[in-house]
């Protein structure tokens, strides 16, 4: 018989397991039989492929081709410093792709599915891949089911079962057995699959497959794996690479040209444009932006913030508002009861957090609650309509589950009410678990006898269900919605509790039951309870650096408006006069109309998921660059839509975390902030690479063809050229990509999305610089051949100039506007590190027997060393005067 067909007696009795679950051991010895639960591992990064990839380039084609010739025209030293760079340029790009690629992989096995199991009686968190056959696993709205589970208990429970079927409806399950034969998926009603998404409501069941024993384990093969997002900045750059491609293969058939109208060999001329090419475009480029993505999505982590998307990295560093919710984001996620009312009196309720030690005062007199009728009833419904269990670990109180509902367990705690007794006299028979639609949640309790109904929720929602209130009068809503809007301009957030007694012969717990609001079956409102949970104070910081940054913070929250422009004036984030916009504005509201209020309103309150996609939509409609918190299964609209979605690590779904790019471990506000700040470094980096490379690489062409203009002969031979490429480009280019981060970055106005690599500022500099050292270069080697010096000597001087030039130009490049007598060699020592080894490199170069043979290189004398270095100086110069001037108009325009 299959799964479905047995009753839930005989699921447990061949399963071997109980009502309180299987024991540690129990479950640790089927852990060994049965194995992980996990389907097949995703493949292993693809070395080959990644070789594969570096050869993968028309520069390498290109130069490929070139050593072949020169082997056809003997020049085999030229053809084995070719192939020497194409080995050495392959290995140096495959080692730091697979590092990245390694990296990357590692953070996401961060990300680990949970699950809620009972195990000897208690409910427990475990990583999903531990789940085995025979465990009693909890269920609910926005996870994803982790195994395959036959229900034995469940409540309005529904699943999205497109992923084995294609069918989008959510499907209605049950916890019946079923007596036909071969059934389909879609029609076995009665067990979860592992994969699908809970969509609504709560159920339990016993795990009868795990991992590849799974429906979906049987069909992974089938199931596309997902693919990996390529960053947006990486098109970017490729295109920027192939641009300049083209430039550089013209400019060097130009050179190929003049040097045969010149005189120049046809054999001579063509390995000097190949190497002209290969010297001048970046190749390295799109290495170094992986790198400094994977630098990026590493140094996120370290800030609780976990990439799931790579482009989210430098996509971060562009955003203009972050939409984030309130509750355990921006705040502490410590609710904590401060006042109670009970339909005739105002209480108030001291202690913070989740110790259950304070007093409860009325007009500021301690009473004892227990002689409080009605205030017992408002705490009682709190602690026992209520999903959360308060603990102790290390000495200190926790809470399991939600934390407004721990607050509610420790306010009656206060009381004197102890949940293990209250459960035993109020057992819980059925329950309709809080759903956002809804408003609300209710319990079915029995009694001496007796069955009552205990509801609790949003305020508007439980008085639309009350008739009278718990002195037996009519309900008087406007009273009761008066002092919860007093509560809450408090900064407090209001439950209100109500109850009834109900037919004896009532076992299952429907909508439909709890919402019957006539004169006799109409609830007993009982009171409300107000509590407030503090803003983190590290999010205070967070949101002030967020306004120097250029960055707006709004705040979408299901809270009442008074509750959420208290705590937004705490924050910063609004002041008095800021105007909050509710979800029942939003429903009057066009999108247009909406359009017209995004950009002056950042608080919302009482709103749906499905006005959050709206605020998003036209936020993004103005322009802005977004980035979206959320943590429900309907949060998932937003966080797509987003530019940036953000879920949360503790408090988020899995549907939640799928969605997002992003995702927070400590579900912190502040982490935000700090993954804006890398993702504004990656961005910079690659600049600064870019900067560094392109006029390094566009002087090697020029100061060729300046040779042909003074007629003095090539200032490199092919060899010399891939040299100063190899030196350069494998060495400093990647080190660059782990500069720090300059001073103030966060106080700049958010970058343009729509800009390119190179802004205008770098233009105007790459051409001066470019310039300034094709003129450096043949200075010196004019100068050089002036003196007497053999061309073999010469040239050793005009490649080690261009070497010293790279040197100083990768000073240069640390920062667009900051003089680098200002920053510190040693703040990035990847880039220090890397000049001392290309300086020794160069040494080597120049007065290594071996490598003059390959090079064709001469010593150079003390003299010499002075005048490179104080030509290729001159490049700092230079640069430090066009910041300084950038930076006067900087100021002034500020």
């Given at each position: ?10 699921i447990?009795?061949?399963?071997k ?5 299987l ?33 993968a ?26 192939f ?9 790009g ?29 409910e ?18 926005g ?33 019946h057995?079923?007596k ?5 998926y ?19 069941g ?6 590849m ?7 992974s ?5 997902t693919?990996?997002?390529?960053a ?8 920027f ?10 400019a060097s058939l ?21 190497a ?39 996509t ?35 202690g ?9 005062l ?15 009833d ?13 603990y ?19 306010s ?6 102890t ?9 819980q ?8 639609e ?13 069955k009552?109904?205990?509801v ?54 429907t909508c ?6 006539d004169?006799?079956?109409g ?15 590290e ?23 008074f509750t ?8 910063g ?24 209020k ?32 959320g ?18 690590g ?49 002087a090697?062409i ?29 060495l ?8 720090p ?12 999305p729509?800009?390119?690599i ?28 002036q ?8 040239r050793?001087?005009?490649?080690t ?13 640390r ?6 007598f ?31 043979w ?9 003299s ?19 910041k300084?001037i ?9």
């Amino acid at each position: 018989m299959q799964w479905y067909q047995l009753s839930i007696r005989d699921i447990y009795h061949k399963l071997k397991t109980l009502e309180k679950g299987l024991s540690q051991e129990e479950a640790k010895r089927r852990l060994t039989e049965y194995g992980y639960n996990r389907l097949q591992e995703e493949d292993k990064i693809n070395k080959l492929k990644i070789l594969i990839r570096q050869l993968a380039s028309p520069l390498i084609y290109i130069l490929l081709v070139a050593g072949l010739i020169a082997i056809l025209f003997r020049e085999y030293v030229d053809a084995g410093v070719i192939f020497v760079a194409v080995i050495l340029n392959t290995i140096i790009g495959y080692l730091q792709e697979y590092k990245a690629e390694q990296s990357v992989k590692a953070l996401k096995k961060m990300l680990v599915n949970r699950a809620k199991v009972i195990r000897e009686g208690i409910e427990r968190d475990i990583p999903a891949d531990e789940l085995v056959p025979g465990d009693i696993v909890m269920l609910y709205s926005g996870i994803r089911v982790p195994a395959d589970i036959r229900l034995i208990h469940c409540v309005e429970f529904k699943t999205d079962e497109s992923l084995l079927t294609g069918e989008s409806l959510p499907v209605e399950k049950h916890y019946h057995a079923i007596k036909e034969d071969n059934l389909t998926y879609g029609d076995q009603k009665n067990i979860a699959f592992m994969g699908t998404i809970v969509v609504s409501g709560r159920a339990k069941g016993i795990v009868v497959a795990t991992g590849m024993n799974t429906v979906l384990g049987n069909i992974s093969k089938y199931i596309k794996a997902t693919e990996t997002v390529k960053a947006p900045l990486q098109e970017k750059i490729k295109k920027f690479a192939n641009s300049l491609g083209i430039i550089v293969i013209s400019a060097s058939l130009f050179l190929f040209g003049i040097g045969l109208i010149i005189g120049e060999s046809i054999k001579d001329m063509f390995m000097t444009a190949v190497a002209a090419a290969v010297a001048t475009i970046p190749e390295g480029l799109p290495v170094v932006v992986t790198i400094a993505l994977a630098v990026g999505v590493s140094r996120m982590a370290r800030y609780n913030a976990l990439i799931r998307k790579i482009h989210a990295v430098e996509t971060l560093g562009s955003t203009t508002v972050i939409c984030s919710d309130k509750t355990g984001t921006l705040t502490k996620n410590e609710m904590t009861v401060k006042v109670i009312y009970d339909g005739e009196n105002i209480y108030e309720v001291e202690g913070i957090g989740y110790e259950p030690e304070g007093k409860i005062l009325h007009e500021g007199i301690q009473v004892n609650p227990k002689q409080h009728r009605h205030l017992i009833d408002v705490l009682r419904i709190g602690l026992l309509c209520n999903e959360s269990n308060l603990y102790i670990e290390d000495g200190q109180f926790k809470v399991e589950g939600d934390p407004t509902e721990g607050a509610l367990i420790v306010s009656a705690m206060k009381a004197g009410l102890t949940p293990e007794e209250e459960k035993e006299k109020y057992p819980q028979i059925s329950m309709v678990p809080f759903e956002s639609e809804r408003g609300y949640m209710a319990t079915l309790h029995k009694h001496r006898g007796k069955k009552y109904l205990y509801v609790k929720g949003a305020p508007e929602r439980v008085l639309d269900m009350c008739v009278r209130d718990s002195l037996g009068n009519e309900i008087d809503r406007e009273k009761i919605l008066k002092i919860a809007e007093e509560f809450a301009k408090n900064g407090l957030r209001i439950l209100a509790f109500a109850y009834r007694e109900v037919e004896e012969h009532v076992e299952e717990l429907t909508c439909k039951e709890v919402e019957k609001c006539d004169h006799i079956f109409g609830l007993t409102f009982a009171g409300l309870q107000g509590m407030i949970d503090p803003p983190r104070q590290e999010v205070l910081d967070a949101i002030k650096g967020c306004k120097k940054a250029g960055i707006r913070v709004v705040m979408i929250t299901g809270d009442h408006a008074f509750t959420a422009k208290a705590i937004g004036e705490m924050l910063g984030i609004s002041d008095k006069k800021s105007k909050v916009l509710t979800g029942k504005e939003l429903e009057k509201m066009t999108d247009d109309e909406l359009f017209n209020k995004v950009k002056e309103v950042s608080i919302y309150a009482r709103v749906s998921p499905e006005h959050k996609l709206r605020i998003v939509q036209q936020l993004k409609r103005h322009g802005e660059i977004v980035a979206v918190t959320g943590d429900g299964v309907n949060d998932a609209p937003a966080l797509k839509s987003a530019h940036i979605g953000i879920s949360m690590g503790k408090s988020g779904t899995d549907v939640a975390r799928e969605a997002s790019d992003m995702v927070l471990t400590d579900d912190n506000f502040a982490s935000i902030f700090h993954a804006v700040r890398e993702g504004r470094i990656v961005f910079d980096n690659i600049r600064k690479v870019t900067f560094f490379l392109i006029p390094t690489g566009v002087a090697s062409i020029i100061s060729i063809i300046f040779a042909m203009i003074f007629r003095v002969p090539i200032p490199y031979v092919p060899s010399q050229i891939l040299w100063i490429n190899l030196v350069t480009n494998s060495l400093k280019d990647i080190s660059l990509a782990f500069e720090p981060g300059e001073k103030g970055i966060l106080e700049r106005p958010p970058r343009n999305p729509k800009e390119g690599i190179m802004s205008r500022l770098l233009i105007e500099r790459t051409i001066i610089v470019g310039t300034l050292i094709s003129l450096g270069i043949i200075f010196n080697f004019m100068s050089a051949l002036q003196e007497g010096y053999s061309l073999e000597k010469a040239r050793t001087v005009a490649v080690t100039t261009m070497v010293l030039f790279q040197f100083f130009q990768a000073w240069n490049s640390r920062s667009e506007y900051e003089s680098i007598f200002r920053i510190s060699l040693l703040s990035n020592p990847f880039l220090f590190f890397s000049l001392v080894a290309s300086f020794l490199a160069q040494l080597a170069f120049i007065y290594f027997p071996p490598f003059q043979w390959i090079f064709r290189t001469e010593p150079i004398s003390f003299s010499d060393w002075i005048n490179i270095i104080a030509v290729s100086m001159s490049v700092v110069f230079v640069v430090e005067i066009d910041k300084w001037i950038r930076r006067r108009k900087r100021n002034r325009k500020n």
